[in-house]
């Protein structure tokens, strides 16, 4: 009976320990998420090279871009 009674309490500790712990990891992620997404976010990149200077990847990607916008 007190070997069943050690492992309910066990069993217990263990099931309270992992909830405080995906309560700790959730509020982890909000706070990183929310961090995230107050920084300024970048408003355009710019590559400076001679077009034939670009590998054929970054030529692709700059004919499909569209142009940048006047601010």
Request: hydrophobic fraction near 55%; charge should be positive; proline fraction near 6%.
């Given at each position: 009976m007190?070997?069943?009674?050690?492992?309910?309490?066990?069993?217990?500790?263990?099931?309270?320990?992992?909830?405080?712990?995906?309560?700790v990891?959730?509020s982890?992620?909000?706070?990183?998420?929310?961090?995230?997404?107050?920084?300024?976010?970048?408003?355009?990149?710019?590559?400076?090279?001679?077009?034939?200077?670009?590998?054929?990847?970054?030529?692709?990607?700059?004919?499909?871009?569209?142009?940048?916008?006047?601010?």
């Open positions: 007190k070997h069943r009674i050690h492992l309910l309490a066990l069993g217990l500790a263990i099931a309270v320990n992992g909830a405080a712990l995906m309560a990891n959730a982890m992620v909000g706070g990183a998420g929310r961090e995230l997404l107050s920084q300024p976010q970048l408003a355009r990149v710019v590559i400076v090279a001679k077009r034939q200077e670009l590998p054929a990847t970054q030529a692709v990607a700059s004919q499909n871009c569209p142009a940048p916008r006047a601010l």
